[in-house]
């Protein structure tokens, strides 16, 4: 006769309180119920597992031990269940989010911040790369929400327009332009641009082209290196490195930030999030959820995920 993890919670709670009556309280049930329960128990693991008399409901010396293992089973199966409906609810579990915009400042670094404050149990792990290589590993299942600055008529799944950054240039601390309280695209002509060929450098390269048209007026050393680790190499090496507002957040030794604007004012690229609709990880909907919150959507439909 198997034995019920409901009678082990109540014999548990009927060695607890010595009676019978108080324990059938507690557990907000009648007392013949919760008697005819131990006994079924009992018979169950072929022992006598309470004394009954007059003064009350004690466990037996033989029971003593097994009530022992009976509260391990009750605690780790309560604590599993609890973790598996926190889970379920995208409370814990891992989250993978593919960025290609440096973290140390504006929207992406405070919504991140946002999210660790209110679900600090997920595991988050960030890939970074050209957006393209993004897109692709979301098709291929390998980051689960990617925030770009491409936009990507061709994707058929879900998106969210997000928020917009404003172009800078990290310019040499000594540079000309550095005496300028903004840079205007074609001040640019002639200088040697560093260009990185992951994260925004591509999208860079085709904002030059729509500003300035041919780049045959510029020196462009292309690097492999995230935004990161090219910032520091302009107090280096003299070049000029487009970037967002959101790298603006660190200093660097001998780099100048300075907005660059057209003839209607700063340049901007806006970020958009994409993801798989048939993406069943549970962590994911609680960060669409704070982006839609930061960023409504308004031509979304109700209870659209």
Not at 24 to 46: D, F, M, N, Y
Not at 223 to 234: D, F, K, N, S, Y
Not at 254 to 272: A, I, K, L
Request: aromatic share 6%; proline share 6%; net charge neutral.
């Amino acid at each position: 006769m198997p034995v019920e993890f409901r009678d082990l919670r109540w014999a548990i709670v009927a060695s607890q309180h010595r009676s019978l009556r108080q324990a059938a309280e507690a557990l907000r049930i009648k007392q013949p119920t919760l008697s005819r329960c131990l006994r079924s128990l009992e018979h169950a693991v072929g022992s006598k597992l309470f004394d009954r008399s007059n003064g009350g409901t004690r466990p037996t010396m033989e029971a003593r031990e097994f009530l022992e293992d009976a509260r391990r089973i009750v605690a780790s199966t309560e604590a599993m269940t609890a973790r598996l409906k926190i889970r379920s609810r995208g409370e814990s579990g891992r989250l993978i989010i593919g960025v290609h915009t440096s973290l140390s400042a504006g929207n992406l670094r405070a919504t991140l911040l946002d999210h660790r404050r209110r679900f600090p149990d997920v595991d988050r792990q960030f890939v970074d790369g050209a957006s393209d290589h993004l897109i692709s590993d979301l098709t291929s299942s390998a980051v689960d929400i990617a925030v770009v600055t491409e936009s990507y008529p061709s994707w058929s799944d879900r998106s969210l327009l997000l928020w917009s950054e404003r172009v800078v240039a990290a310019l040499p601390a000594e540079h000309p332009l550095t005496s300028r309280h903004l840079i205007r695209w074609g001040e640019l002509k002639g200088e040697q641009l560093l260009i990185s060929q992951r994260g925004p450098g591509p999208e860079f390269l085709k904002l030059l082209i729509s500003k300035l048209g041919a780049l045959d007026a510029f020196t462009l050393p292309r690097h492999e290196m995230a935004i990161e680790q090219l910032l520091p190499l302009v107090g280096v090496d003299g070049g000029i490195l487009l970037a967002l507002e959101g790298a603006t957040g660190a200093s660097y030794p001998g780099v100048t930030f300075r907005e660059v604007h057209d003839s209607e004012g700063p340049t901007r690229m806006s970020f958009r999030a994409y993801w798989r609709q048939t993406n069943s990880n549970p962590s994911l909907r609680p960060f669409l959820d704070l982006l839609r919150e930061r960023y409504p959507d308004l031509s979304a439909a109700p209870g659209e995920a």
